[in-house]
């Protein structure tokens, strides 16, 4: 078998399996939640090697159609993959969204109270909390850390405790975690990304110009999308799993 594998190419092998089970996959034959074959199955079945399946099977798991299960064997995620790939469900996005509508009245007078009071150090380190999302943009990292960085910082300048306190009670969890762009997608990635970016700068240059109400409204819509943005993702998920 792995003189047939090296006469026909495993490269191509592999692409060959992998796409025989995405069309699996995708045509309904294996359903969401479904155990794969096993791997000496898949084997015998394609007339590979374990390297040729187990390669196919990261691909798909990369694609996020697929999970392992350490001892249990590999599941479907789901039939869609722009779905499936996102590797969310219900009830994370629904936290997701409950975080950003409490977040929402707070920090959109954070941000009005920011701009009125805030000192030129602070409006520096809002600036500088601003050049990290993008330098994280520009070298395609996450910008969660930089982004909650950002808002607290913005809390910071209210020069009233209880916002910096309520945003740092909630610690990673107010920047919610759930990908409404799959890591695999990377150009649809990096233009949410810059999406937030640009949010962002609107909120940010109010501030420095020191315009509560641009500051609020920039706030305003910056959360206000990001709640949309999720609603609609829990929408497609309870059509996909209806």
Same mark, same amino acid.
């Given at each position: 078998?792995?003189?047939?594998?090296?006469?026909?190419?495993?490269?191509?092998?592999?692409?060959?399996?992998?796409?025989?089970?995405?069309?699996?996959?995708?045509?309904?034959?294996?359903?969401?939640?479904?155990?794969?074959?096993?791997?000496?199955?898949?084997?015998?079945?394609?007339?590979?090697?374990?390297?040729?399946?187990?390669?196919?099977?990261?691909?798909?798991?990369?694609?996020?159609?697929?999970?392992?299960?350490?001892?249990?064997?590999?599941?479907?995620?789901?039939?869609?993959?722009?779905?499936?790939?996102?590797?969310?469900?219900?009830?994370?996005?629904?936290?997701?969204?409950?975080?950003?509508?409490?977040?929402?009245?707070?920090?959109?007078?954070?941000?009005?109270?920011?701009?009125?009071?805030?000192?030129?150090?602070?409006?520096?380190?809002?600036?500088?909390?601003?050049?990290?999302?993008?330098?994280?943009?520009?070298?395609?990292?996450?910008?969660?850390?930089?982004?909650?960085?950002?808002?607290?910082?913005?809390?910071?300048?209210? %020069? %009233?405790?209880?916002?910096?306190?309520?945003?740092?009670?909630?610690?990673?969890?107010?920047?919610?975690?759930?990908?409404?762009?799959?890591?695999?997608?990377?150009?649809?990635?990096?233009?949410?990304?810059?999406?937030?970016?640009?949010?962002?700068?609107?909120?940010?240059?109010?501030?420095?110009?020191?315009?509560?109400?641009?500051?609020? %409204?920039?706030?305003?819509?910056?959360?206000?999308?990001?709640?949309?943005?999720?609603? %609609?993702?829990?929408?497609?998920?309870?059509?996909?799993?209806?």
């Amino acid at each position: 078998m792995q003189g047939k594998d090296r006469s026909r190419g495993s490269g191509s092998l592999v692409a060959q399996v992998g796409e025989s089970l995405r069309q699996a996959i995708l045509s309904g034959q294996y359903a969401a939640g479904d155990k794969l074959p096993s791997e000496h199955e898949l084997t015998e079945t394609h007339s590979v090697s374990r390297t040729v399946v187990r390669e196919a099977v990261a691909a798909l798991r990369s694609d996020g159609l697929v999970e392992v299960r350490q001892g249990a064997g590999i599941f479907v995620l789901g039939a869609d993959p722009s779905l499936s790939g996102r590797k969310v469900d219900k009830a994370r996005v629904a936290s997701d969204l409950e975080v950003l509508e409490i977040r929402t009245p707070v920090e959109i007078e954070a941000a009005g109270l920011a701009a009125l009071r805030r000192s030129p150090a602070q409006e520096e380190a809002i600036f500088e909390c601003h050049r990290k999302i993008l330098q994280c943009i520009e070298t395609d990292r996450s910008i969660r850390e930089a982004d909650l960085e950002l808002h607290v910082a913005i809390a910071e300048a209210t %020069n %009233n405790p209880l916002f910096k306190h309520f945003l740092e009670s909630q610690g990673a969890a107010i920047i919610p975690q759930s990908r409404l762009v799959p890591e695999t997608r990377t150009a649809e990635q990096t233009a949410y990304r810059k999406l937030i970016h640009r949010e962002h700068e609107a909120i940010v240059v109010a501030i420095s110009d020191r315009d509560d109400q641009a500051a609020r %409204n920039a706030m305003r819509e910056h959360l206000v999308g990001s709640q949309a943005r999720y609603r %609609n993702l829990l929408k497609d998920l309870r059509s996909f799993t209806s």
